[in-house]
């Protein structure tokens, strides 16, 4: 389910902002882990409002009569999980900038290009875009960080990437400083396309469900939430 938001600082325009959940690729895989409490589990967060669902390897064996075409999401952490995607075809593959050599091997499938502000800083990402060959094979951008005293820095490069790139945006907040949920509510009502959060207690990744609870609790205008 995307979720509507009005956004001031684009005056009356609807902004659909899709929901990401990656906790099947942080939390560890239990040995009694079956097809069906798989279903079970990701059935679940689709209910909960969740666009789709990322996975890796570990669950290759647990989606063989999934149609993974749509709504999943393959986390690529070697060159060799192409074949894999290849195979079964995902919404989209996510790919960090040292595997993205890999990129023109997969087919049917689109690519997130991720990128670490712990290595570029938010006030450098635009100037390194333009330099950089990551968006060549984009069809959505994705920003993973801390944004820990960075929220204004945040806005604007949302802001000035929307207008510089046609390439949509995806924003994963870390909450290594415990301030994950400021800029994943940042990122969400100032034009983020995206956001990846994960269900469920990580050691740095901001909480799905404390977001829709942080939402229910805001003051920003509640008739956009889905009923």
Do not use: W
């Not at 669902?53 to 999943?72: C, N, P, V, Y």
């Not at 790919?95 to 050599?101: K, S, V, W």
């Not at 929307?162 to 400021?182: E, S, Y």
Request: hydrophobic share 40%; with cysteine; net charge negative.
């Amino acid at each position: 389910m995307c979720y509507n938001v009005h956004n001031n600082e684009r005056g009356s325009e609807n902004i659909k902002v899709s929901i990401i959940d990656n906790s099947l690729v942080n939390m560890g895989r239990s040995t009694t882990a079956n097809e069906e409490i798989f279903k079970d589990y990701v059935i679940s967060l689709f209910r909960c409002g969740v666009d789709y669902i990322e996975i890796d390897g570990r669950f290759a064996d647990l989606t063989k009569t999934i149609d993974t075409s749509r709504h999943f999401i393959f986390n690529v952490q070697f060159p060799t999980d192409v074949s894999y995607i290849n195979e079964k075809a995902f919404s989209y593959a996510v790919l960090p900038l040292n595997l993205l050599f890999i990129a023109p091997a997969i087919r049917n499938t689109r690519i997130i290009v991720e990128l670490n502000t712990d290595r570029i800083p938010v006030e450098e990402l635009i100037e390194r875009l333009y330099d950089n060959y990551a968006l060549k094979y984009a069809s959505m951008l994705r920003i993973t960080g801390s944004f820990s005293d960075k929220l204004d820095e945040l806005k604007r490069f949302i802001y000035e990437f929307r207008h510089k790139f046609a390439v949509p945006i995806d924003i994963c907040p870390l909450d290594t400083n415990l301030d994950g949920l400021d800029a994943a509510f940042c990122a969400y009502m100032n034009g983020s396309d995206a956001l990846t959060l994960s269900f469920g207690e990580t050691n740095c990744y901001t909480s799905l469900e404390k977001f829709l609870i942080y939402l229910l609790f805001s003051s920003f205008d509640k008739s956009f939430l889905p009923r």
